[in-house]
């Protein structure tokens, strides 16, 4: 396991073998015996089964919490738990209105999972450093998280009926990544910082860089202010 051989791949240096991360979420839950959710509400179980996966997988960076939802939550979306996957977004309270009309705030780290998540970072931080592993913070991405706040299909019409909206529900969006990013960096002290959009993939190039770009253009200069590492995953 080492950490810095992540750190120097991600940063463009070359190294002389391959640094790998595992990518779990729920595995890690499946790892110690635990439904995901209990496994995603409870900080020692978070910490039991992320340390327990860097170390039966000898990895050299391993993510806190997989789960694209935490933002949502933390925001009001509403949301059904399973116990074989990640919570499930079923309302979206921006899909009829802006977030300024929704009442909507920026999250701190006590609302919602993020109290969890920062226990449980704060935890496993220290274990991680003994065993020489990354500790990489997951971000919902611009993409992501627009359509968790507007619903699936209003999400995609919406870039082609109202793109004045959409600048508005971005602009909302890269201030809660930001504020997100400020949390896993300033609080628990994750080593990497991973914006993570699988939503974006169904853009255009035009719209992913007038929309996608510069909703983090602010989370990545906080990153680079404060001497970590980032990455961008589709």
């Given at each position: 396991?080492?950490?810095?051989?992540?750190?120097?791949?991600?940063?463009?240096?070359?190294?002389?073998?391959?640094?790998?991360?595992?990518?779990?979420?729920?595995?890690?839950?499946?790892?110690?015996?635990?439904?995901?959710?209990?496994?995603?509400?409870?900080?020692?179980?978070?910490?039991?089964?992320?340390?327990?996966?860097?170390?039966?997988?000898?990895?050299?960076?391993?993510?806190?919490?997989?789960?694209?939802?935490?933002?949502?939550?933390?925001?009001?979306?509403?949301?059904?738990?399973?116990?074989?996957?990640?919570?499930?977004?079923?309302?979206?309270?921006?899909?009829?209105?802006?977030?300024k009309e929704a009442g909507l705030k920026i999250p701190t780290?006590?609302?919602?999972?993020?109290?969890?998540?920062?226990?449980?970072?704060?935890?496993?931080?220290?274990?991680?450093?003994?065993?020489?592993?990354?500790?990489?913070?997951?971000?919902?991405?611009p993409c992501t998280l627009a359509e968790h706040l507007i619903?699936?299909?209003?999400?995609y019409k919406s870039f082609y009926k109202d793109r004045d909206?959409?600048?508005?529900?971005?602009?909302?969006?890269?201030?809660?990544?930001?504020?997100?990013?400020?949390?896993?960096?300033?609080?628990?002290?994750?080593?990497?910082?991973?914006?993570?959009?699988?939503?974006?993939?169904?853009?255009?190039?035009?719209?992913?860089?007038?929309?996608?770009?510069?909703?983090?253009?602010?989370?990545?200069?906080?990153?680079?202010?404060?001497?970590?590492?980032?990455?961008?995953?589709?």
């Amino acid at each position: 396991m080492a950490k810095q051989l992540l750190l120097d791949a991600l940063q463009g240096k070359r190294t002389e073998t391959t640094p790998w991360m595992v990518y779990a979420g729920t595995h890690m839950g499946y790892l110690i015996g635990e439904t995901v959710d209990n496994y995603f509400q409870d900080a020692d179980l978070l910490v039991k089964g992320v340390t327990q996966c860097a170390d039966r997988y000898k990895a050299d960076g391993v993510p806190l919490c997989a789960d694209l939802q935490i933002e949502a939550m933390a925001l009001g979306c509403g949301y059904k738990w399973g116990k074989t996957d990640t919570p499930q977004i079923i309302s979206h309270p921006c899909e009829n209105m802006q977030p300024k009309e929704a009442g909507l705030k920026i999250p701190t780290s006590a609302d919602g999972r993020f109290q969890v998540i920062v226990e449980a970072g704060k935890k496993m931080k220290p274990i991680l450093d003994d065993m020489d592993v990354a500790l990489i913070g997951f971000i919902a991405g611009p993409c992501t998280l627009a359509e968790h706040l507007i619903g699936g299909t209003k999400f995609y019409k919406s870039f082609y009926k109202d793109r004045d909206r959409m600048e508005e529900i971005f602009q909302f969006v890269s201030e809660v990544i930001l504020a997100s990013t400020r949390i896993y960096l300033n609080e628990i002290g994750c080593d990497i910082i991973a914006w993570v959009d699988p939503t974006a993939t169904q853009l255009s190039e035009k719209d992913f860089r007038a929309f996608v770009s510069p909703a983090l253009q602010s989370s990545i200069a906080e990153v680079h202010a404060a001497g970590k590492t980032s990455s961008f995953w589709l």
